[in-house]
């Protein structure tokens, strides 16, 4: 348990450091105008790709610190290229992606593709510690994959807490036997985040201090597409704040269709997305296509950390401009008086604007929807009859594999602090020698430190089931690396006896779900897919908490592939600039790492 909390304390400490000697862009002049706008492509339809074959597509990302303002107060934000969100990735089905990043952001970072499968190419999943060495400063790394899936995905930094300091972007995958392709004209993208004006390294550091007895921080503003409302009357004295941004504006054209691809690149915080007088028609759930029934059409769509949905707006209303709302619940968030950042002055509620081409500049009058007060807006997300897949996919029914996961707080009454861990075993990555180098050495999964979480399943074409347990009062978004899964059952109750009737016939196939507290969900997928695969709780400070699981699948198969050299030397470029930094860096007196 010390050696968990020194890991922890060493890599905020290291991330906080980092932030304060990065070199950080910004223009000279105050005006803010510049600052806080993302490139126009989140408000642009997408455009439309002609390539009728599989292509090669090129990206280049150079990862940087740059003065931003998303809500109007400006602050250091860690970025792709300079901008936040980061730049479009979009393609077809069947191409493949050669994406340099460069690191310029003064500590190491690792880039995680968000629902791809990356079958095969597992050293690309940009996991840090299990599927990669992390890129250090100032080197370039190429991550090379194909993609055999389509839908709405998105690209985040898999290192520490960094993609809460604004490390996101999206990725786009088209289809044109997609069986909504010819139902929309135009095609649309929103990102709903919440945002903290300090640093993560710094908030985090203050979530693992001895003694602390609150709860996750408190986010200081919501956002639609990267841009907020903060009150700046309550920002502190000598920082800049603009209390005007543009809110995000989307244009329609009356008696069109549109798709919005919605996705939560979130950290902690549980969304309820609207647009005034627009029902709205889900058809996919994270790469999955969903039936096109009656239950389909919703009002509102609740969506959790890491979760992507695409609906379908019918502009028939009439020409005017129409409130876009996207709600943080506060009701999802756990509040304690002394929590981190708890007298934050944030507005629950961030707006955009649906603009009818003819209707003007006007602010939109609409209204929200109303409920009644028993109406089913919780934590728990949508109801499983709005996203049953388009295909019947029954599930597989031939377990070989089956794992019973415990969430649970772990104490450390030496240092009095809690953590989360899984079946008491709090999750430690080993930056230096990740899973994957460790399992192409053939090591011995007995010779594993427990704070490795490993569960290894060796079993050609089987089937893994897995009975998560959420005894805790918090909910967590469980998101699976490597797969898309079916939800056989979930429901209310802990007793792994005594489990919620199994739906193996329609079940909800996905790769991010959510667990409200005392609950528990059981999931099954195909081992089809041999590499390490993270499943994690992605709420960001709780996943740095330990709440992760590593999944060994088909090891014998996997240790026999080969591991490109370039990503084998990453590793060695890492170690070589820790030695550097050892060398070099003396800890300040007040460090508590040095305390510990």
């Not at 007895?213 to 009150?231: E, K, M």
Request: charged share 20%; proline share 7%.
């Amino acid at each position: 348990m010390k050696f968990k909390i020194f890991s922890i304390l060493g890599v905020a400490l290291c991330g906080f450091l980092a932030a304060v000697a990065t070199t950080i862009e910004s223009e000279e002049s105050h005006e803010l105008q510049s600052r806080f706008a993302p490139k126009s492509y989140l408000f642009d339809p997408l455009p439309k790709l002609t390539e009728s074959s599989p292509t090669t597509r090129y990206y280049n990302f150079e990862l940087k610190v740059k003065k931003l303002s998303p809500d109007g107060f400006e602050r250091p934000v860690w970025t792709f290229n300079g901008q936040y969100p980061g730049p479009l990735i979009h393609c077809n089905k069947g191409d493949r992606l050669v994406i340099n990043v460069t690191n310029n952001l003064g500590e190491p970072t690792a880039i995680h593709w968000h629902g791809i499968y990356q079958r095969g190419t597992n050293w690309y999943d940009g996991t840090a510690g299990q599927t990669q060495c992390p890129i250090p400063n100032g080197v370039s790394f190429t991550y090379n994959y194909t993609l055999e899936q389509s839908g709405t995905y998105w690209y985040h930094s898999h290192f520490v807490t960094q993609y809460v300091d604004g490390l996101v972007g999206p990725l786009i995958i088209q289809d044109p036997d997609d069986p909504y392709y010819h139902s929309y004209q135009e095609d649309y993208l929103i990102t709903l985040s919440d945002w903290y004006h300090s640093s993560s390294a710094s908030l985090f550091l203050q979530r693992v201090t001895p003694h602390y007895r609150g709860f996750d921080p408190y986010p200081d503003a919501a956002l639609i597409s990267g841009r907020g409302q903060y009150n700046c009357s309550s920002s502190a004295a000598g920082s800049h704040c603009n209390p005007n941004v543009t809110p995000a504006i989307y244009n329609v054209q009356k008696g069109k269709k549109y798709r919005f691809r919605i996705i939560s690149t979130s950290a902690y915080a549980h969304f309820v997305f609207s647009i005034d007088n627009h029902p709205l028609k889900v058809i996919e759930v994270e790469g999955i296509p969903v039936k096109d029934v009656s239950d389909s059409i919703v009002k509102v769509l609740p969506i959790n950390v890491g979760q992507r949905y695409s609906v379908i707006l019918n502009a028939n209303q009439p020409i005017t401009n129409y409130y876009i709302r996207a709600n943080i619940l506060e009701s999802c968030l756990d509040l304690k008086d002394y929590s981190i950042n708890s007298n934050s002055s944030i507005n629950y509620t961030s707006i955009g604007v649906l603009h009818y081409l003819g209707a003007g500049r006007n602010k939109p009058t609409s209204s929200p929807y109303i409920f009644p007060l028993n109406y089913p807006i919780s934590c728990s997300g949508l109801n499983e009859s709005v996203i049953r897949p388009y295909e019947d996919r029954p599930a597989p029914t031939n377990v070989t594999d089956r794992f019973l996961l415990n969430i649970t707080i772990i104490h450390n009454d030496e240092d009095d602090i809690d953590i989360l861990g899984i079946n008491n075993a709090s999750f430690v990555s080993t930056f230096g020698n990740p899973t994957i180098q460790r399992i192409m050495r053939r090591e011995n999964f007995a010779d594993f430190e427990k704070t490795q979480n490993v569960y290894d399943y060796d079993t050609p074409h089987g089937c893994v089931e897995i009975i998560l347990l959420n005894p805790l009062n918090a909910f967590h978004p469980f998101h699976l690396h490597g797969h898309s899964f079916w939800l056989v059952a979930s429901g209310t109750g802990i007793d792994p006896e005594n489990l919620t009737t199994f739906n193996l016939v329609n079940p909800v196939i996905r790769d991010t779900v959510i667990m409200p507290g005392k609950s528990h969900m059981v999931i099954r997928y195909l081992a089809d897919n041999p590499g390490v695969w993270a499943f994690h709780c992605h709420i960001e400070w709780h996943r740095e908490l330990g709440l992760v699981a590593q999944l060994i699948e088909r090891p014998t198969e996997f240790s026999n592939q080969s591991l490109p050299d370039f990503v084998r030397e990453l590793c060695m470029q890492y170690d070589s600039s820790k030695k550097q930094k050892r060398s070099t860096f003396t800890l300040p007196k007040d460090s508590m790492v040095k305390r510990m």
